[in-house]
């Protein structure tokens, strides 16, 4: 009988350009990322708490590794150094298979980019499920990295956002990644 290697794992808040974030890690790869809250305290509460029956809640640590990589390249993203995250290891496992399906193709979106609900439906084989698709997005415990915020309703417009902020945190996320018709007034 093989004795089990535990990966090391844990949690960690951090200063970025739009508030305090948190990144919760499994070896080196992220399995949770938190917006902002309305303060570090319930930032912390939310990325440490228990995600499902069978876990332990994680406690803070120092990111090492390909997770500090991981905080450096978010802070850089979120200070207007856009980069797309795909480099970012995450693990997806106990994930459902059609919310794994729609976060592939939405983390595909390079920033500055959008696709509607329907578009992510359609490129997962699944057309007529843009609203399957806005649940599994709601769901998303890796916002930003997979970014839930490049997909927008068919008419582009903002129709809610489950991270915290709700659609202004949506907004913002768009404008810093200089997506057209987002922040700036456009030419055209």
């Known amino acids: 009988m093989r004795a089990s290697t535990r990966l090391p794992s844990g949690a960690a808040l951090f200063e970025t350009a739009i508030g305090v974030c948190a990144i919760a890690w499994s070896g080196d790869a992220v399995i949770r990322f938190q917006l902002p809250e309305s303060s570090p305290a319930a930032t912390r509460a939310r990325i440490?708490?228990?995600?499902?029956?069978?876990?332990?809640?994680l406690a803070e640590a120092e990111p090492a590794g390909a997770i500090a990589e991981a905080v450096a390249g978010i802070r850089a993203h979120l200070a207007g150094e856009l980069d797309d995250l795909h480099w970012i290891p995450l693990d997806t496992g106990g994930i459902p298979e059609f919310h794994r399906a729609v976060y592939a193709v939405t983390r595909a979106i390079a920033p500055g980019r959008t696709l509607t609900y329907g578009q992510v439906a359609?490129?997962?084989?699944?057309?007529?499920?843009?609203?399957?698709?806005?649940?599994?997005?709601?769901?998303?415990?890796?916002?930003?990295?997979?970014?839930?915020?490049?997909?927008?309703?068919?008419?582009?417009?903002?129709?809610g956002f489950s991270a915290p902020g709700g659609i202004v945190t949506k907004q913002r996320l768009l404008e810093i990644e200089r997506t057209p018709g987002f922040g700036e007034p456009t030419l055209f």
Request: with cysteine; glycine share 8%.
């Open 48 to 57: 440490t708490r228990r995600h499902s029956a069978d876990a332990d809640a």
């Open 122 to 159: 359609d490129r997962i084989g699944a057309p007529g499920a843009a609203q399957a698709v806005g649940q599994a997005l709601g769901r998303n415990p890796i916002p930003l990295i997979i970014p839930c915020h490049r997909v927008l309703a068919a008419d582009h417009a903002l129709h």
